[in-house]
């Protein structure tokens, strides 16, 4: 019994000591921003000003990144004790600079390329030879070129300025830019832009990733786990509080932008941080190997990167092989009391980390697991034969299968046969490859309605690389669709007549020019302007008006083909593309055709009115080789129509 009391006497006093001792300083770190301060780093804003960081004894300083800046050069060298920076980690890593990734903040990457919109019509390919600032780091943007069939030898690459104005007055014609910045500053001053995103050609990278150094993790470790932990709580707060970063950002960061503009940001930002589906800092070992298998198809990197070393692993398996040596030994000393006693200490402080990892996994799986039940994205999990073993609430309100009708079965029973057969072979070509897939499916639900889905498919491997499960989180997205064929709809057909406007009828008309160059065949295009309409609304109002031009549009589309097209080009003008002709005679009697119908009268609200038509006819080639030398004699013999007393139909001579 004397032993007990003196350990309790020692133990006590051991803590009156420990309670005199003055409070542990706080330890200073540094953290290096990529880029100015922005909402694109509010999470460690909010760690800052929530008290998380001195919480874990820590006194943290941001260092902003502008241009020219470092950040990965910075940490390896000890100016800075931890960095955010891009999925370029993976390069340095190979370079030899001895980076550690820890959390990934954004699940998809926000860089795309921006462009000034010349025409309607225009992809990607019309950069060749254009002159365009990628900004350093930017290597995904380099890996989407290539796949696209873009070397950079084909670009006028110039340095990045950083300065969106080079780009609107002219001075380049793309940039690579931020999903999150550029464009809320373009529309805001009301400049047409195209964007271009790696992700449609299936790159996509992490991005925002918090890094630190070899040195730091092994000098540190503990400062790491806790600056980590520290971080990823203020990312959280961050996302459920944008209104108060925002104002943090102002106040206290000298925003450099508008309130607007944060507010944008934060919209943007949270679709590619995801914590809706993944926990904040998640990354999966996978992607950074598939993102590895990316850099060395562009050169970058070599066939096989090893990664170990490279990810930080949070939460590390219990490694209870000292646990049973130390209780062996102690066994083996019984008859030494106090040896016992210490050892049995040791063994129960290491039962009570184990148990407290163990509580903190069951902690994570539980709240995973009420994620996914609770998540308004469809998840379903299938064995490697593709047979489903689960699906989520979501799935049966979306779908209208119930968990027993879809249990047992496969995704075929949501087939709808409208998917193209190639999205399947590309999908399948990914997931049997060991890597995700992100697309849109056309599926059918229970009641036989088709809808659209938004799905990103991943497979699921254990430790020997073997395919275990497929996951798949999807999202209806058939009210977007709709949505976004509305839009595509009213950009190209006049909103009345709902004839094709101005942009499809001469995308049509340069088509059919293609097509006739190709083939040497003629075709027409008449330009038609309607006699002495303006007294009709001046006298009968623009409803009348209105009415008139309805059935002007009607009476044009029964004169002509179905191969032919009718448009509107602005108030009372209408266009006709005759794509197959013999000649111009051909094109008169159809321009005749149209004169004789539309010179009938018309009804409308109880008056009879009568209206005439001027007629301008240019033929291809004869007339003009291309569209605007078209577009101008048709427009010059209409106007002359009109200077020869109206309701005429003239060729251009």
Known sequence: MHWRLGLLVLLATGALILSSLPARAREAVTLQLKWTHCFQFAGYYAAQEQGYYREAGLDVRFEEGLPGVDVVGRVVSGQADYGVGTSSLLLARAAGKPVV????????????LIARQRQAAQSIHDLVGKRVMIEPDADEILAYLKREGIPPERLIQLDHSFEIQDLI?????????YLSNEPELLDRLHVPYQMYTPRSVGIDFYADNLFTSERELQAHPERVRAFRAASLRGWEYALAHPEDI???????YAGRDTREHY?????????LIRADLIEIGYMHPGRW???????AEIGLLPATVSLTGFLYDPHPEADLTGLYLILATALGFAGVVGGVTLSIGRVNRRLRRSLSDLQQANGRLAVLSTAIEQSPASVVITGPNTVIQYVNPAFVKITGYSVAEAIGQTPRILKSGLTEPATFREMWSHLQGGEPWSGELINRRKSGEVYWEEAHVAPIKDRTGQTTHYVAVKLDITERKHAHQQLDYLAHHDAMTHLPNRILFFERVAQTLTLAKRNRTKFALLLIDLDKFKPINDTHGHAVGDLVL??????????????DTVGRIGGDEFVVLLPHIGSADHATIVANKIRQALKQPLTVAETTLFISSSIGIAVYPEHGQDQLALTTHADSAMYAAKASGRDKVKVFR
């Open 101 to 112: 990734a820890l959390a990934v903040i954004l699940q998809h990457s926000p860089l795309v």
């Open 169 to 177: 007055d002219g001075r380049i014609d793309a940039l690579t830019a």
């Open 289 to 295: 190997a598939h993102m590895a298998e990316t850099y």
């Open 263 to 271: 507010a944008f940001e934060a919209v943007q930002l949270r679709p």
């Open 246 to 252: 925002i104002e943090l950002i102002l106040t206290k």
């Open 550 to 563: 309805l059935e002007t549009a009607k009476r044009l589309s029964g004169s002509v083909r179905e191969s």
